[in-house]
């Protein structure tokens, strides 16, 4: 288990809390709409919904009782409960404010020691379903970073999914590894990657779609290596990083389509086999730093 410093001091303003609320949605689902989560679509397979491509709406469209922008906003217990470490200790949602706090310190550590200027992201934490400019946030996307609002949209009740649908040991670093891998595309956004790479739709192993879901990996691996010495005091185990690993093979697109599908299909790959996941996380963790994490030339 991840101990925190007890007395580290939270930043919950790197949050906006909007459980309970349900903004209904308009037009399709994040993923497709430009989001960029953390595993494909299957989610919709698990979850039985109709429709494939952005159109899934289905569930999304029954919550249709538009409470209005914002309506939950605000309502943030995370601003209430999570004040410390020993918080961070005691509940899952802030034990990932302290996580994000400690991966906003990095990268800015990072940027800074580039010469430039790190621009913070919110995460959204919801439940139900909300909206982002990338389109309706459900608990079928799976937690994604949307460029569009450079915000990361996370219902924590995806860690459950991640153990009973994918067969992750799970546990505090499974998540921080998936919430880092979200960072990442932040990351890559303020660097004007996710610009170079958005026209090309192609899938495939080589293809950037994947390129990019690895150096989203890498880039949380980098983190990884560096977590627990900013702002929030906390030691990372060999055993957290293993279930680090754990996390990222159980999201590898053959490991899910062998699942859900009984077949594995590479040329459809969106984010990479298990073992290019595990790979490219370890090279960033390895380096303990962004810069070994070009994923654009030579095999992804
Ligand atoms: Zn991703």
């Not at 989560?37 to 952005?54: D, E, K, Q, R, T």
């Not at 459950?160 to 890559?188: C, K, N, S, W």
């Not at 990019?212 to 957290?240: H, K, M, P, Y």
Request: glycine letters at 16%; hydrophobic letters at 35%; a negative charge.
């Amino acid at each position: 288990m991840v101990d925190f410093d007890d007395n580290s001091q939270l930043d919950t303003s790197q949050i906006e809390d909007r459980r309970g609320g349900r903004l209904g949605g308009r037009g399709g689902i994040a993923v497709g709409g430009g989001g960029l989560g953390i595993i494909g679509v299957i989610l919709a397979l698990i979850f039985g919904v109709g429709g494939g491509g952005s159109g899934l709406g289905g569930r999304a469209s029954l919550d249709d009782q538009a409470l209005g922008p914002g309506a939950s906003q605000g309502a943030g217990e995370v601003q209430t409960a999570c004040r410390t470490g020993a918080d961070a200790d005691e509940r899952e949602d802030c034990r990932m404010v302290a996580f994000i706090n400690d991966i906003q310190a990095y990268w800015r550590h990072e940027f800074k020691n580039l010469g430039r200027s790190y621009t913070p992201a919110t995460t959204v934490f919801f439940s139900g379903s909300t909206t982002s400019a990338c389109g309706t946030a459900t608990e079928q996307t799976g937690p994604f970073y949307c460029p569009g609002d450079k915000k990361i949209y996370l219902d924590l009740g995806f860690f459950r999914t991640l153990q009973d649908q994918f067969g992750a040991q799970g546990g505090p670093f499974a998540e921080a590894y998936v919430v880092a891998h979200e960072y990442g595309h932040h990351v890559q956004n303020l660097l004007g990657v996710l610009d170079q790479i958005s026209g090309d739709r192609r899938t495939g192993p080589q293809s950037a779609a994947v390129r990019s879901e690895l150096q989203a990996d890498c880039l949380a691996g980098a983190w990884t290596a560096n977590a627990g010495r900013g702002v929030i005091g906390f030691e990372v185990t060999q055993r957290e990083i293993a279930t680090a690993l754990d996390a990222a093979a159980a999201v590898g697109d053959d490991r899910i389509q062998e699942t859900f599908q009984g077949r594995v299909i590479p040329e459809s790959f969106t984010h990479g086999s298990s073992e290019r996941r595990q790979h490219w996380f370890q090279e960033g963790y390895k380096a303990a730093g962004p810069e070994a994490c070009n994923t654009f030339s030579g095999t992804a």
